[in-house]
């Protein structure tokens, strides 16, 4: 435990280095490409690697000399910069190579460079700069700011290469360019295993050439053969490697953002002097960096150090000893629980908030805002930074506070002042009060008055003021909307109803470029109020349906809210580590998900009717319909477009519904509303609605079926197809008693028809049945069968008369023949109707537009061309005749190879 009297040596001893900082200050040094990473040189633990390799070389200390990796950050300039040592320059040391990490090099996590404890993720701090400088702003806008270092891996950028190099250029994109080198002073060959070892060693190669087999007279053939097949194999494969060796590339690049410098020091030295930094020279024992890295990689808090080492570091006016102090305090721990920790600690640790070196009041205060708590101690020395001339400072100090008691009154003057100055990029501030606000509202177990507090203070900040201003501000809120709730409610609530309509646009735009390949932010569109709707509708529709397209995937079976946990991180402020705040709620129940389907199938079909309610529907809503993995709600929104669209689109949607043969399958998701979206789709189609629709809704459903197989085969029916779909007489009777006129018309029309009536008939049945009442079924059947009786006997009554009888006899070998038997006539007896003179005998059908002919074979005697055509005929029993629209009765019968087409047609002088 330190000591109350060495903390506050400490403090004086910071109270002199803050007087002599500023000399320091001042240096800089030239541009050099690479800059001390001083984060690495704390926690990495290959900066004490005693051996260094790569798959052609090995350094290895010589006795009597140690060997220290030193690491560099990249820092591109203007021009490709060629470097054969760094810039600094290390008393009593000699610099052998330089040393490019490959992608899968992966120190031990545990050991890592990257902080965990007081930043999380193994990652620089956020907004730092590794090599010491402040960093304002994320490189991608759009992300969410202070993402740590990471590595790229370009497809020349393999592990096999040598690594190990004399001298690399650094480009202006952050390249490191590097070359074969034959000869690396004090490196050895690192074993011939590799294919670069061989490349560069050619007597090592000549060795890997097979040795021809030898022969003897003696010796036997068949073993000879096989010997100098075995030998032609190994030599083919000998050759091709020798092939594969002269095309490796001697020259290499990678994009890594660190490199390593290897240097070699004699046993004795113990201690680093550095010249050429930007910070000025600076001095540290061997002794003391030991102490501070394994205070780093402890979490025994001040425990974990020795006072001594804290107290000659202080006294030397350096801010590298500061930025290692405040750094390895963090990863410590101690940092991170100054509520339960000693009062002194406090005190120590004070003045390190008010150095003139930024980077490390930085660390200070970021480490602080993050601890477990934040009570009295924490809030006493993040209110010392809330000032300080840093913004990225003051940013984290107020978000610290924020953690504390978001309902102070004093932040949101600070956050909003921020927001409008510019100081701090928005889109930074915006992103730590969201992560911030989300770690509350996420934990379920938070007071409901701290909720309600973060909640007002997210409401009130002036974010369309900032998105405006500047350009980073939308993609970062979109962008990061995916998994932030207080992000995606700004988008919802703030950018989708801004006044500006460059704002909208702006947010429209950056949601029509989201990756298809990636999850997307989920608005709940399931209302028709919310405002995404409302662009869909407005000036903007153009813009705003392309939006729609990348950005919502139909066919989801999970709500926005529920989705966007799946992913949640469970980290704070800008991704630096545990909050202790509750972390990520627990997933969604079966019930909540069931709910959440409903939400979505509604959001689905409150979209595609803002689409349909344009004129015409836009192309880009048939996207979003085909872009449903769902196969069942894709039916439903092409049968949506088809049906209630107006334009080319409800065609398209139409047709593409035939195609995919699912319409049956839409056609019951919608059942109060299929009349309206069948006529539509015929309307689609360019063919007129059938009159007899409305049967859909007679009977047991058998119409709707019978349409819905019609549909998936691409048939749309026309009136005629519909006479027969119902085939229970009484169901349409009952259907004349319906309320709705449309489905008692078509009953009334198809009985009417059926009875040998036409749609004149069915008309007047229907006013009939309306003025006399029928409102049911009994009634209706009272009604119908006292109009069966009137409609027979008035059909009868038409339809006596003259006909002229005719044959058609067509032989299944030779040409038709017609038999042209003169002319009858029908005569009406006692309602029914019968031949003059008994010339054939008849007998009534099953209705008034039916008759049958008893005795067939009476038509073979007719004259005059009856016994020549039909005296082979075998009739049969008898012979139906249906009576035509044309006025004629007609049918054919077929016996044997002989086809028959039996004709009566009206007979006028």
Excluded at 266 to 294: C, F, K, V, Y
């Amino acid at each position: 435990m330190i000591h109350h009297a060495v903390l506050r040596g400490c403090a004086a001893a910071l109270a002199i280095l803050t007087l002599n900082l500023n000399v320091y200050a001042q240096a800089s040094e030239q541009p050099a490409a690479v800059r001390l990473d001083w984060q690495a040189l704390l926690l990495d633990p290959r900066v004490a690697q005693p051996q260094v390799s790569d798959p052609v070389w090995q350094l290895n200390p010589r006795p009597g000399r140690k060997q220290m990796m030193i690491p560099f950050v990249i820092r591109p300039e203007a021009n490709i910069i060629e470097l054969r040592a760094p810039a600094l320059a290390i008393r009593g040391a000699q610099f052998q190579a330089w040393f490019i990490p490959a992608p899968t090099d992966n120190p031990d996590q545990n050991q890592s460079h990257a902080p965990t404890n007081g930043w999380g993720h193994k990652q620089t701090p956020p907004g730092m700069d590794p090599a010491g400088g402040f960093q304002p702003g994320p490189s991608n806008p759009g992300m969410n700011p202070g993402m740590g270092l990471g590595r790229s891996n370009p497809a020349n950028d393999a592990p096999q290469h040598p690594r190990l190099t004399r001298a690399i250029n650094v480009t202006p994109q952050g390249e490191v360019q590097w070359s074969l080198d034959r000869v690396i002073n004090g490196a050895q060959r690192a074993g011939q295993n590799s294919p670069y070892a061989l490349k560069m060693d050619p007597a090592a190669l000549r060795e890997q050439r097979p040795a021809p087999p030898s022969r003897s007279r003696n010796a036997d053939r068949e073993a000879q053969r096989r010997e100098m097949a075995d030998y032609r194999e190994k030599l083919n494969a000998f050759n091709q490697m020798q092939k594969s060796l002269r095309a490796l590339p001697d020259d290499f690049t990678a994009k890594p953002t660190q490199v390593w410098g290897v240097y070699s020091l004699m046993d004795r030295e113990d201690q680093l002097e550095i010249t050429g930094l930007e910070t000025g020279d600076w001095t540290i024992t061997l002794a003391q960096l030991d102490a501070l890295r394994a205070w780093a990689q402890s979490t025994d808090g001040v425990a974990g150090v020795d006072p001594n080492v804290v107290r000659q570091l202080l006294t030397s006016p350096h801010p590298l000893n500061t930025r290692l102090i405040a750094l390895a305090a963090a990863r410590s721990g101690v940092l991170n629980t100054l509520e339960t920790a000693d009062p002194a600690v406090v005190i120590g640790i004070a003045p390190l908030l008010t150095v003139p070196d930024q980077p490390t009041r930085e660390v200070m205060v970021r480490a602080i805002a993050q601890g477990e708590t934040i009570g009295p101690r924490s809030v006493s020395l993040l209110e010392r930074a809330v000032n300080d001339r840093s913004p990225a400072i003051r940013l984290a100090a107020v978000t610290g506070l924020m953690r504390g008691d978001p309902t102070d009154e004093r932040l949101q003057p600070i956050l909003d002042q921020m927001l409008r100055s510019g100081a701090v990029p928005a889109a930074n501030v915006l992103t730590s009060v969201a992560e911030q606000a989300d770690a509350v509202r996420n934990n379920r177990r938070e007071d409901q008055a701290v909720i309600d507090g973060w909640m007002r203070l997210v409401q009130t900040m002036p974010v369309s003021e900032a998105a405006a201003r500047e350009a980073d501000v939308v993609p970062a809120i979109v962008n990061n909307s995916t998994t932030s709730t207080t992000m995606l409610d700004w988008l919802d609530t703030v950018l989708l109803t801004a006044d500006d309509p460059k704002l909208v646009l702006s947010t429209l735009d950056t949601l029509a470029a989201w990756p298809q390949d990636e999850e997307s932010p989920r608005l709940e569109l399931d209302r028709p109020d919310h405002p995404f709707i409302a662009q869909l509708q407005g000036p903007q529709a153009d813009r705003a349906w392309p939006a729609l397209t990348a950005y919502v995937p139909a066919g989801s079976q999970r709500s926005a809210r529920n989705r966007q946990y799946d992913n949640y991180p469970g980290d704070d402020m800008m991704g630096m580590g545990p909050t202790g705040m509750g972390g990520p709620p627990p997933k969604a129940s079966a019930r909540d998900n069931a709910d959440a389907e409903e939400q979505e199938l509604n959001a689905f079909e409150t979209l595609i009717k803002a689409a349909t309610d344009l004129d015409p529907a836009p192309e880009q809503a048939l996207a979003f319909v085909l872009r449903s993995d769902n196969r069942d709600q894709r039916a439903q929104g092409l049968l949506l477009l088809a049906g209630r669209g107006k334009g080319p689109v409800a065609q398209q949607a139409g047709t593409l519904l035939f195609r995919e043969g699912t319409a049956a399958t839409a056609l019951k998701a919608f059942a109060d509303n299929e009349e309206q979206l069948i006529t539509g789709l015929y309307t689609s189609q360019n063919q007129q609605p059938p009159k007899l629709l409305p049967l859909i809704h007679v009977g047991r459903g058998e119409a709707l079926q019978w349409l819905g197989e019609n549909l998936n085969r691409g048939n749309l029916p026309d009136d005629n197809a519909w006479l027969d779909v119902i085939t229970s007489e009484r169901d349409l009777v009952a259907a004349g008693a319906d309320e709705r006129d449309s489905v008692a018309r078509a009953a009334w029309t198809v009985l009417a028809i059926r009875s040998g009536g036409d749609a004149q008939l069915g008309e007047r049945l229907f006013n009939e049945a309306r003025s006399e009442n029928v409102s049911d079924a009994p009634a209706a059947q009272v009604f119908w069968e006292k109009w069966t009786n009137t409609i027979n006997a008035q059909l009868i009554g038409q339809k006596s008369g003259p006909y002229r009888l005719e044959i058609l006899v067509t032989h299944k070998h030779g040409d038709p023949q017609t038999a042209k038997l003169g002319i009858v006539t029908l005569e009406e007896n006692n309602g029914q109707l019968s031949f003059a003179n008994d010339a054939l005998s008849v007998e009534p059908g099953s209705s008034a537009s039916r008759i049958v002919l008893t005795n067939p074979a009476q038509l073979s005697g007719l004259q005059p061309d009856g016994p020549r055509l039909l005296a082979e005929i075998d009739w049969g029993p008898s012979v139906d005749l249906s009576h035509q629209d044309d006025g004629t009765w007609s049918n054919f019968v077929i016996f044997g190879d002989t086809k028959l087409n039996i004709t009566l047609t009206p007979f006028n002088d």
